[in-house]
């Protein structure tokens, strides 16, 4: 060993003691910290199987990356970035946007921000591929597809102060079948029942998020 390496290991523990002492440092670590803590915080409340979580998890992300928006104003896109890029290859699903469609908790709010449902035109997109596939006869699929537009407008039924309120007390499978099944909308509170009554797991080897192996079982 060169006689001069005890100097540089002394040197770089040093830079290492320096760094680790330095206020920016921490300061990174507490960002970092606080990020994660909001994911997991996703992961947690979509990890079990008390209740169905597949008619929230769509929501609990968009909120999560508002969040790290709002106490990491300089740093947030870069973990978009890699949240983004999470979700779309690992986590996104037709059920997930689909869940967050048929969820009238979401549709229905009081506060006004359902944007989900005006600007993604994936939340629709995934609504209509899970139709096509839960309901494998055409017509009815169809039904289905034109039924959404009430659902959507809050037209009819949909658009009484009675199915609005409910929307806020009752599960949203729950709901569908006294307001949607009940009122002659059986082919999209079918679809929505489905969807809405299965539970997601935060373990990649879990889940069953399978479109096919949904159906089939």
């Known amino acids: 060993m060169s006689r001069h390496a005890p100097t540089r290991v002394r040197e770089k523990g040093k830079k290492v003691t320096d760094i680790i002492q330095s206020k920016p440092f921490w300061k990174g670590v507490q960002n970092v910290l606080n990020v994660v803590e909001t994911l997991v915080r996703v992961l947690r409340a979509v990890d079990g199987e008390r209740r169905s979580e597949i008619g929230y998890l769509y929501e609990a992300m968009d909120r999560a990356k508002k969040f790290i928006q709002m106490n990491n104003k300089t740093t947030y896109a870069k973990w978009w970035e890699i949240i983004d890029r999470r979700w ?101 509170a079918y679809v929505a029942i489905r969807v809405l009554s299965q539970t997601t797991s935060a373990t990649g080897c879990e889940r069953n998020w399978s479109t096919f192996g949904f159906i089939h079982t």
């Open 88 to 188: 779309e290859h690992t986590l996104h699903h037709d059920l997930h946007a689909a869940g967050h469609f048929f969820n009238p908790q979401y549709m229905y709010r009081t506060d006004g921000r359902n944007e989900n449902y005006d600007n993604a035109s994936e939340v629709l997109i995934g609504a209509k591929n899970v139709i096509k596939r839960i309901l494998d006869n055409e017509d009815r699929a169809i039904i289905a597809c034109k039924q959404m537009h009430d659902y959507r407008l809050q037209l009819y039924h949909f658009g009484t102060s009675t199915a609005q309120r409910a929307a806020q007390i009752l599960s949203p499978a729950d709901w569908w079948l006294d307001h949607g099944r009940t009122y002659g909308y059986e082919d999209l």
